[in-house]
């Protein structure tokens, strides 16, 4: 068959202007004089319009004459003034549009009320009336600020947009991610409906990882494993969440979550639609059950009732270490205060040396827990991170322990002060009376740690996998059982690595202060399994210390003064505050009906 005949193409010449008074506009030429369009920029059909309707400009004003050069210009002029009266509005609009959402955005991430927005806009306007008062334009930037939509629907409305499409950049993560482990935990809010909050830790092909809040379900009956399991199942299928690329999940130890045959671990490992994952109670929250071991309650009590008693009412204490801490720096002022009241009791045990020295060891132990719990806490710390600071907090009970044998009370400053302040030396000090109770913690540390035995050695080794004493079949044998990959397959390719000297030579070449990512250096066909085996172990949650912030956010957004609050802005709201991505603007306000501020 012949070909078909191609289509003839045209291009406007820019001499036709002054030819024919025609200029190029919108793909088509426009007539300058009367605004007619000729469908071809073809010569005959400008020329042939030009002589036939507008006869008379050729005689008026001279082809080749200054005169003519300056009436089309003049046209060009008036032309482009119509069409920016159309165009004009429509940017300022897009403009203004823009603006709202980024408003709408700072007061979602600053946890502020939708109708804070008219707020905002009028402080930008009492600002901008003396900020700008001597910039010839005010009048303009003005109008423009006066154009910005921040009323409490609208800002609603953009809270809405921009957390579906935070929502969608999550979705995209998902599927590009190579796997992803999750960490749940329940909260009640403002109005006693408790919430169910899921936050993900993404681990992609560059072995980087991103940690998000995946959703917010609210639990309206009741809580117990089944009901939290049907709810997250409820979620997976209505997302289409790709559990197959699951590996952990982490909570925080509740028998609904935990319980061994109804509670939700159970339940999810019962179910077909999960693959054999891991399970793991927060780090955080054992760390806290350890630090409960201690048996002073008589020390912590008495000192509650006395402070408790200066006050004149009773308080929920945050920080026990800082408490302590507090009192013992107060204790002289405190003395005096109960010499003059009427309590006695209270003022005859602080006189009693053996308490005083108790409550300087609480303080000094106490200390030690909480700046371990600090180490804990915070965004973007995995599992080999947490059980380091664990593994060196146990080595530090040790060394406390060895040294209070020793008489050494380099780790115990308070109980050190309070010694010389009754005119005592170390050897006067029942050392093995303190001794006994860091014990008891350590003991308690190793038995609540346990499950993340199988970790450690598998951490060990991928942290540094070049050590001379490394067992081969042992190692492999580890990763199979925690990460159900091939063994064969893992012996293979740790000999390999073991031997690859440009590997070993790019590992060891970092300056210092460069962070490398070792595992982003073995190639994919290589080393698939131990590749695999890095990105598990990078995926691991640690703790529920992303959840319980969240809670924290929540209580501020749905707070009594917005006790009305839906669950779906409240989770609309949540995922702006708490999220690492950016909405974007230009899409939003693209699809947006771009109309100013009335």
Not at 8 to 37: G, M, Q, R
Not at 131 to 145: G, S, V, W
Request: with cysteine; aromatic share 10%.
């Amino acid at each position: 068959m012949a070909e078909g005949k191609r289509a003839k193409t045209y291009h406007f010449h820019p001499e036709w202007e002054e030819d024919y008074f025609f200029v190029y506009s919108h793909s088509k030429p426009v007539c300058l004089i009367c605004n007619a369009t000729v469908a071809l920029a073809k010569k005959g059909n400008l020329e042939r319009h030009f002589k036939t309707v507008h006869g008379s400009y050729e005689r008026d004003f001279p082809a080749k004459t200054p005169l003519r050069a300056t009436k089309v210009r003049d046209l060009k002029a008036q032309l482009s003034a119509r069409q920016s009266i159309f165009t004009k509005p429509k940017t300022q609009g897009k403009a203004a549009t823009i603006a709202s959402y980024r408003v709408s955005h700072i007061l979602a991430k600053h946890k502020k009320p939708f109708n804070d927005g008219d707020m905002v806009k009028e402080a930008f306007l009492e600002a901008a009336d003396s900020l700008f008062d001597d910039f010839k334009n005010k009048t303009e930037i003005m109008k423009a600020i006066k154009e910005v939509q921040l009323s409490r629907n609208t800002t609603t409305r953009r809270c809405e947009r921009m957390a579906v499409d935070v929502e969608e950049q999550l979705r995209e993560d998902i599927d590009a991610c190579e796997c992803f482990s999750l960490q749940f935990d329940e909260s009640t809010d403002t109005v006693d409906v408790v919430q169910l909050c899921v936050f993900i830790r993404m681990v992609f092909e560059d072995m980087s990882a991103k940690e998000e809040l995946l959703t917010l379900l609210p639990l309206k009956g009741h809580t117990r494993g089944e009901d939290i399991f049907n709810a997250f199942m409820g979620f997976v299928s209505e997302t289409t969440l790709p559990l197959f690329k699951l590996i952990s999940i982490t909570t925080d130890g509740a028998p609904a979550m935990m319980g061994r045959t109804s509670g939700f671990i159970a339940l999810c490992k019962e179910s077909e639609s999960f693959p054999d994952i891991l399970n793991y109670h927060c780090i955080i929250h054992k760390q806290a059950l350890c630090g409960k071991i201690l048996n002073m309650k008589e020390v912590m009590d008495i000192a509650m009732k006395i402070v408790n008693l200066l006050l004149h009412t009773d308080f929920r204490w945050l920080s026990s270490g800082k408490f302590l801490s507090r009192f013992t720096e107060l204790l002289p002022e405190i003395k005096d205060f109960l010499k003059l009241s009427k309590h006695v009791d209270y003022h005859t045990k602080l006189e009693d040396h053996q308490w005083l020295l108790d409550v300087s060891f609480l303080t000094d132990l106490t200390a030690e827990l909480n700046e371990l719990n600090l180490e804990l806490q915070g965004k973007g710390k995995d599992v080999v991170n947490m059980m380091s600071s664990v593994n060196t907090f146990k080595s530090k009970l040790q060394l406390m322990s060895s040294r209070l044998q020793r008489g050494n009370l380099r780790n115990f400053p308070h109980m050190q002060a309070e010694l010389q302040r009754q005119g005592k030396g170390v050897t006067q000090l029942d050392s093995a009376r303190y001794e006994e109770h860091v014990q008891s913690i350590s003991s308690e540390f190793v038995r609540r740690f346990t499950d993340f035995a199988s970790i450690e050695p598998v951490a060990s080794y991928m942290c540094y996998p070049f050590a001379a004493s490394i067992d081969v079949g042992d190692i492999a044998a580890k990763v199979k059982s925690l990460f159900d990959l091939e063994s064969s397959a893992l012996e293979d390719e740790i000999l390999t690595l073991q031997n690859d000297i440009e590997i070993k030579a790019r590992s060891t070449s970092a300056q210092p202060g460069e962070h490398v990512v070792f595992w982003k250096l073995l190639v994919e066909e290589k080393y698939p399994n131990l590749r695999r085996c890095a990105l598990n172990l990078t995926a691991l949650f640690g703790s529920t210390y992303l959840c319980e912030s969240a809670f924290s956010h929540m209580k501020i957004i749905k707070s009594k003064y917005r006790s009305t609050m839906t669950d779906d802005h409240l989770a609309a709201c949540l995922r702006l505050a708490t999220s690492s991505y950016t909405p974007n603007y230009e899409k939003l306000a693209s699809s947006s009906q771009c109309q100013v501020s009335h």
